[in-house]
């Protein structure tokens, strides 16, 4: 199996890496992975190693995703690399934590550029190598996509964004057997929320409004993504996978004053 996965060094992007790793070797299958990052060395290296380690045919490779240039190039370079590609995995995304009245207009198409151009570009990118392998493109968006993130800016509209981008390109490819899906995580302790959940009370007070009872991981996260890129899901596109431990249907829940237990007599 040949895949693409952006943001491969980040908490979920890493998870994925292995968890695509495990499914090809399930199905007897080597996994030759282009593993992208915004820039080269460092932690990219790193996790190239360990993915060596584990007999995956890993290549480094780096771009800037709010570059639209870089996008075009990152994909070309993958299928090459690659010798085509049957996964896309669009996971790499940015928050830039300001409410909309103070959020500056930079800010707001950077957000835009990497969280719902680069899934665009990537894709149309890798389009022909896809279609030649019938292959998947999964885009991780987010609950955000679904509810509004007051403090967040742009993020719950470039997410939702990103889900109807890949909605669209679901129904603009489908004669070409490329499916696409988005998967929506809840609340991930990653790198990206690490700061959050250091912090005990706010782990506590966040655990309290999963009906699950749990922060996810990045392996809940990599699971569905493995799934829905591969061939288990092989009639599956345009769809959304909601992955909150029941965060997002919680909300009725929350409304004080509705009788839970039968009124004492
Ligand atoms: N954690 C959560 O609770 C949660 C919830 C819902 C959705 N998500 C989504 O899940 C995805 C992964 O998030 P994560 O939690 O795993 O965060 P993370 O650990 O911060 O990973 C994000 C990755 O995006 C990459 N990236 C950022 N800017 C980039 C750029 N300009 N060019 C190329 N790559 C860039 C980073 O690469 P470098 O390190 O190389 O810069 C990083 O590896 C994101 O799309 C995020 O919005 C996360």
């Known amino acids: 199996m040949k895949a693409l996965v952006t943001g491969a060094t980040g908490g979920i992007g890493r998870a994925t890496c292995l968890e695509l790793n495990r499914a090809a070797q399930a ?3 080597r996994l030759v992975l282009a593993a992208a990052a915004s820039k080269p060395g460092g932690a990219l290296d790193e ?6 380690a584990q007999g995956i045919d890993a290549h480094p490779m780096h771009a800037d995703l709010a570059d639209a240039a870089a996008c075009a190039r990152l994909a070309a370079e993958a299928v090459e ?5 049957d996964v896309l995995v ?11 009245a103070m959020l500056d207009v930079a800010d707001w198409d950077t957000v835009f550029a990497i969280d719902v151009r680069a899934t665009w570009l990537l894709a149309r990118g890798a389009r022909a190598a896809l279609a030649q392998s019938r292959g998947a493109i999964v885009a991780i968006a987010s609950v955000a996509s679904l509810y509004p993130f007051p403090g967040l800016g742009a993020y719950s509209p ?5 889900g109807m981008l890949c909605r669209q390109l679901a129904q603009e490819w489908a004669a070409d057997g490329i499916r696409v899906n988005t998967v929506s995580p809840g609340l991930i302790r990653t790198p990206l929320t690490e700061p959050i959940y250091r912090n005990e009370a706010f782990l506590r007070r966040r655990e309290e409004v999963v009906p699950l009872g749990r922060i996810g991981t990045p392996d809940d996260v990599a699971r569905a993504v493995a799934h829905l890129a591969g061939p288990d899901a092989g009639y599956v596109t345009g769809i959304d996978w909601r992955l909150d431990g029941g965060l997002g249907d919680h909300i009725l829940a929350m409304i004080p004053g509705v009788p839970r237990s039968p009124a004492p007599s």
Request: hydrophobic share 45%; net charge positive.
């Open 47 to 52: 996790l190239v190693a360990e993915l060596t």
């Open 90 to 100: 669009s996971n790499a995304g940015i928050v830039r934590g300001a409410p909309l």
């Open 27 to 29: 199905r007897g299958q």
């Open 158 to 162: 470039a997410k939702a964004a990103l």
């Open 81 to 85: 690399c690659c010798d085509g590609l």
